[in-house]
């Protein structure tokens, strides 16, 4: 087991999420392999805490697909698999294009502005070397999307779906290559929106989840 990892505090949250926020990001930087083990005795020692917020986290991240149950061998990091990858992109492209339909709709200029600043924002981080930062910063443009919908229920539904891709997205954004691209598909849904061309907004779309999913695909048969 990785030993190069600690509980990552924070006064604001209980200790069960302090504790499922640590092995989170252990799992998606990679500190945390994928088919490693999830010994609650040895992560409680390592972290410090009884076994209980460990096993309360390992739950939770079952239902992220972060990890699987597997009979007499217990909690293991979930493998990235091709098939789950399709399984989340086929569904991430259909919300995100009903997403972008009540966008082009509904959206203020007011958050247009906000995207404008997030785009910004995206491509600062791109400079640097945190692809965790990255991540974020994409997540957050595409959050103002969902948020310019005006339709909660979508929104909640959008924003548990982004937890399952974040694996995929930072295999993404490891490839340096693909950031000019993504720049450049960000100002594509952008300039959609602005014009409220519901059309241009399903084709931007489209491609852009298309050629993450294409990408991935192949860094994982890379890997094989």
């Known amino acids: 087991m990785v030993e190069n990892f600690q509980l990552q505090m924070n006064e604001y949250l209980p200790l069960r999420d302090v504790v499922f926020q640590t092995l989170r990001q252990a799992i998606l930087r990679g500190e945390l392999k994928p088919g490693e083990r999830l010994m609650e005795i040895h992560l409680a020692?390592?972290?410090g805490v009884s076994r209980t917020p460990v096993r309360e986290a390992i739950r939770k991240?079952?239902?992220e697909g972060l990890v699987l149950m597997i009979p007499r061998k217990g909690a293991v990091v979930a493998e990235i698999t091709i098939s789950d990858l399709e399984d989340v992109l086929e569904v991430r492209m259909a919300l995100e294009e009903l997403a972008v339909k009540h966008a082009c709709k509904r959206i203020t200029e007011e958050q247009l502005e906000q995207m404008r600043e997030l785009s910004v924002k995206f491509q600062e981080t791109l400079e640097?070397?945190?692809v965790g930062a990255c991540a974020?910063?994409?997540m957050k443009f595409h959050e103002a999307i969902y948020e310019a919908t005006g339709n909660g229920r979508l929104v909640q539904i959008l924003n548990n779906l982004r937890e399952q891709m974040y694996r995929y997205r930072m295999e993404y954004l490891k490839d340096r290559q693909t950031h000019q691209l993504l720049v450049r598909e960000h100002e594509e849904i952008l300039k959609a929106l602005t014009e409220r061309d519901v059309e241009k907004a399903l084709a931007a779309t489209g491609c852009h989840i298309e050629r993450q999913k294409e990408h991935?695909?192949?860094v994982l048969?890379?890997?094989e």
Do not use: F, S, V
């Open 128 to 130: 640097g070397d945190d």
């Open 136 to 138: 974020q910063a994409d």
């Open 61 to 63: 991240l079952e239902l």
């Open 45 to 47: 020692k390592k972290l």
């Open 216 to 218: 991935i695909i192949n």
């Open 221 to 223: 048969n890379a890997k």
